[in-house]
């Protein structure tokens, strides 16, 4: 049993595998997952079957309804991220709980952000971590919002206070985070440029509100025509950049920001920033720069409830609408990542139990 990965992480079955993919019945006190043996690519991802976690104190047993993908699951499956081996990727899900503490009863449907090996049929959450799914809300769209809306949320609200007439680019407009985040600026009063790698991904960013969406593969140098074009829109600069593409947009982005303006690089889907002269700050206009993650911004249960009041308060008023653009089955879990890291999907990946 690996600290790392929680307590309630199963482990690997090395002899239930193979009566798994042949379609036998699983014996009682067993349940299927996805486990990545070594770090590698998406083929490393295995559909194996597993002793039935179990639930410390403080935690909820869950029956899996649907698990999120997130991009932190490619970079922890390839070793980007320290990440012991083998482990049952995911954090996010939503579902219905089997046996429950702390105010959960059985039949509750909850979801989370925060549950490591979320890619099983049976995923233990803490308790304390756990949100309650309003009636209103289907457990597809449950299992899709937590991370990427908990991140968009506190990108917008705590990061940069995002409000009427801020000006702001934000990277991967058709994706998860910038689906979500799009319609969340629009929403508090923003103008939002938003860039995408092709022009087939330009109508989802537009559909999520965006001002003006930039196509990153029309432009023959990025760092020089993304900064003009932004620029030409709004003349001195935007007050705020998300950049969640990291390496291959980070000095394009920088370029786009007024003096005084701040830079949020909040990932590196196309792989990590070097090392960065903080010189450069400087002569880019004294901008400001951050790398914030989710987990600071979750550090009490007040702030978690806070953000997610505020997310589903946004589904119910029709403000915020989470767009799936992959429905997979759980055992497909290489397929998604695989889509992921190709640039392949839109808006929120999930995987079906
Ligand atoms: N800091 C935090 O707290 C936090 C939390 C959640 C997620 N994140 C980060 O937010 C970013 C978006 O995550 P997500 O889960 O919502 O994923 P996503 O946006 O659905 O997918 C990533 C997007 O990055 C773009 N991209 C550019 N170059 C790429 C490359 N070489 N390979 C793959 N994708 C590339 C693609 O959009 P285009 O093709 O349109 O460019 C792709 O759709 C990731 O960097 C993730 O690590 C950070």
Redesign the pocket.
């Known amino acids: 049993m690996n600290d790392a990965i929680g307590r309630g992480t199963p482990s690997p079955a090395d002899d239930a595998t193979d009566a798994a993919a042949a379609g036998f019945a699983v014996q009682n006190g067993h349940m299927r997952a996805i486990r990545a043996g070594v770090a590698g690519g998406p083929e490393v991802l295995e559909w194996v079957e597993v002793p039935d976690p179990l639930p410390g104190p403080g935690e909820l047993l869950v029956r899996l309804h649907a698990a999120g993908v997130?991009?932190?699951d490619t970079?922890q499956r390839g070793g980007i991220y320290p990440m012991p081996f083998p482990h049952v990727p995911g954090s996010e899900g939503s579902g219905v709980v089997v046996s429950g503490t702390d105010g959960f009863s059985p039949g509750d449907r909850v979801a989370w952000a925060q549950a490591p090996g979320s890619y099983a049929e049976l995923v233990v959450v803490p308790a304390a971590r756990a949100l309650r799914v309003p009636d209103t809300v289907e457990l597809d769209t449950a299992a899709a919002l937590p991370?990427?809306g908990l991140?968009a949320h506190?990108l917008l609200r705590s990061t940069f206070p995002v409000g009427e007439g801020t000006t702001m680019l934000i990277?991967?407009?058709?994706?998860?985070?910038?689906h979500l985040a799009i319609q969340i600026a629009k929403a508090l009063g923003a103008t939002v440029l938003a860039?995408?790698?092709?022009a087939a991904?330009t109508g989802p960013a537009l559909e999520a509100g965006a001002d003006h969406v930039l196509v990153?593969d029309r432009m023959s140098d990025v760092v020089a025509d993304l900064p003009a074009a932004v620029r030409t829109l709004v003349p001195g600069g935007v007050d705020v950049s998300y950049d969640?593409?990291?390496r291959?947009?980070f000095d394009a982005t920088l370029a786009c920001i007024r003096p005084r303006g701040l830079q949020v690089l909040?990932?590196?889907?196309?792989?990590q920033v070097p090392p960065f002269d903080l010189q450069r700050l400087n002569a880019a206009g004294s901008l400001f720069v951050t790398r914030?993650?989710?987990a600071h911004?979750l550090a009490t249960r007040e702030e978690l409830d806070w953000r997610a009041g505020e997310l589903f308060g946004m589904l119910d008023a029709g403000t915020l609408h989470v767009e799936i653009g992959l429905r997979a089955p759980l055992s497909a879990a290489r397929a998604a990542h695989e889509a992921?890291?190709?640039?392949a999907?839109?808006?929120?990946?999930i995987l079906v139990a």
Do not use: M, W
């Open positions: 997130n991009f932190i970079y991370l990427q991140t506190y990277t991967g407009g058709a994706g998860g985070v910038g860039t995408v790698g092709t991904k990153l969640g593409v990291g291959d947009t909040f990932g590196g889907a196309s792989g914030p993650t989710l911004h992921l890291e190709a640039r999907t839109t808006g929120k990946v």
